[in-house]
């Protein structure tokens, strides 16, 4: 798939494979898919995950980020990230319900998972005392799967051991994203600079083998993933490098392939005919 779709087309298609979700069960906010954590090393089989009951499939993977951040321009102007997001749960589609599952838990067979970003982007002042930040296009994700849950970062985002068994599951290019910052947030105030703000996130998402033995269904799986975070207080005016925290949710989707747009257009270059028609009429 390729990244310099068109904005437009890409903004219907993500809204398609967002609201795909809700089609077939209105209580469903997220796609659903299927895990095997059987095929983690160490692994036990979980049927919460790889076989769920209709309507408790997982849908969403709940997790917290360490973020590195440099800003360059004073009041406006550029950003370099790095982040490293770490899972923590599964969530069925319903967005509420808790499922069992074997990550990061204090037993033989846990194991660990983790995303790696490199980003850059922009940022400005918004309405208020608000900061708007832009995710720039074609940074790289990757994701991993740390089957001893031992991996250790430097800086809070850098491998720096533990990670020889580690096997990557996925990979994908930032597609694009917005942020606001509002330190005035009442949650800013009262829990001491913290959820400051929110921001959402678009890449593209392609298994490797490995990761499609761990991701099962739907087949082919996904190709998109969209992210949902919490922002902490920054101070782009200082030019240092900073870290910051918070938490970080995963939910994925699919942009129709070419010939399915192809169709979508003839479809609707049919449907402006049909109106143009009755206009004429």
Not at 138 to 161: E, H, Q, R, Y
């Amino acid at each position: 798939m390729k990244v310099n779709m068109s904005k437009s087309l890409l903004a219907v298609a993500m809204t398609v494979a967002l609201g795909a979700a809700s089609t077939g069960a209105m209580a469903a906010l997220f796609n659903p898919f299927t895990v095997n954590e059987a095929s983690v090393p160490g692994g036990l089989a979980n049927p919460l995950l790889s076989s769920p009951l209709p309507g408790a499939e997982p849908g969403k993977i709940t997790g917290n980020y360490v973020e590195n951040i440099t800003f360059t321009g004073g009041a406006s102007g550029t950003f370099t990230a790095s982040l490293r997001w770490n899972a923590g749960q599964y969530v069925a589609t319903d967005g509420a319900t808790v499922l069992g599952n074997q990550l990061g838990a204090i037993t033989p067979n846990q194991y660990g998972m983790y995303a790696l970003l490199s980003s850059t982007g922009t940022y400005a002042p918004g309405a208020g005392a608000t900061t708007v930040f832009t995710l720039g296009a074609g940074s790289a994700l990757s994701v991993w799967i740390d089957p001893s849950s031992n991996t250790t970062f430097g800086g809070g985002v850098a491998v720096t051991g533990g990670a020889g068994e580690d096997y990557q599951i996925a990979s994908g290019l930032t597609i694009g994203g917005t942020g606001t910052l509002d330190p005035t947030l009442p949650t800013c105030n009262v829990s001491g600079n913290i959820n400051c703000g929110s921001f959402g996130t678009s890449t593209t998402f392609a298994l490797t083998a490995l990761g499609s033995n761990y991701f099962t269904g739907p087949i082919p799986f996904y190709n998109l993933s969209f992210q949902s975070g919490q922002l902490n207080v920054l101070d782009t005016a200082n030019p240092l490098q900073q870290t910051t925290n918070g938490s970080l949710d995963v939910v994925f989707g699919s942009v129709p392939e070419p010939a399915s747009l192809a169709l979508m257009g003839i479809g609707l270059m049919g449907l402006a005919a049909s109106v143009r028609r009755r206009k004429q009429s």
